[in-house]
């Protein structure tokens, strides 16, 4: 593990040196956070939620409010929807960072010498891997924890807050969150080896994102909503996928061709 995080702090040390990195890094978060926390502030005062009802939302959206009250039901739909940005960003912050490690570095000139190195495979993607997931996650939870301390000040009331800290969004965040982050640097990893141009592999790699967003407009447009049952079988699922695609990012990743065909 010595020789992991080696590549780490080497990932680390040269791909926060740009600027287009660290502004995916720090300005995602703040804007996921400010969006929930400004809908909360705009629908905190009683007056400015009293024109919204249950007649407003979703007919299948009841069962999940429970017993809230209808003020409080109606904040929580508005405000669930932004909660699933916390699903995305650690999806769309790894795919920048491990895009740019690879197809990067051979612009750079410095993936050859690393490649060259007796370091495994494995070693390296491993390396790779935590490098680009690891601050998406940190990010993400940092993120969350700030959205919650929010939610306990402008929140009507604390069923709402208790809703936004319930299973549910735990699970997606700090279990779900982390497996979409792998499954998005897998996913990067293979593209990013397969080309040559940090963009390409850039835009490419974005398309792991497609199927949560449809999760997002499908919740947003109420064709279906998240609950614990859900989210609990795309945890499950996802550590099959994440299995599946280490197991070809790293059987598909050519040292041998990397460093003799790319120019």
Known sequence: MHKVWVIVRKEWSEVFKNKLVLFTVAFMPLMFTALPLIMLAVTAPSESMSGLSSSDMPASFGAICGGMSESACAQYWLVSQFLILYMLMPLMIPVTIASYSIVGEKSTR?????????????????????AASLPAVLVT????????????????????VARFLDPLWLTAIFVLGPELSIAAVSVAVL???????????????????????????????????????????????MIVIDAGLLFFATQLFQRERILTRWS
């Open 110 to 130: 410095t993936l050859e010498p690393v490649l060259a190195t007796p370091v495994k495979t494995w070693e390296l993607l491993t390396g790779k891997a935590l």
């Open 141 to 160: 939870w940092l993120g969350f924890f700030a959205f919650a301390l929010g939610a306990t000040i402008l929140a009507t009331s604390p069923e709402v």
């Open 191 to 237: 593209i990013s080896s397969r080309v040559s141009d940090p963009r390409v592999a850039e835009q490419l790699s974005a398309l792991v994102m497609l199927p949560l967003l449809a999760v997002f407009f499908g919740q947003v447009t109420g064709f279906f909503f998240l609950n614990e049952t859900l989210i609990l079988w795309m945890a499950l699922i």
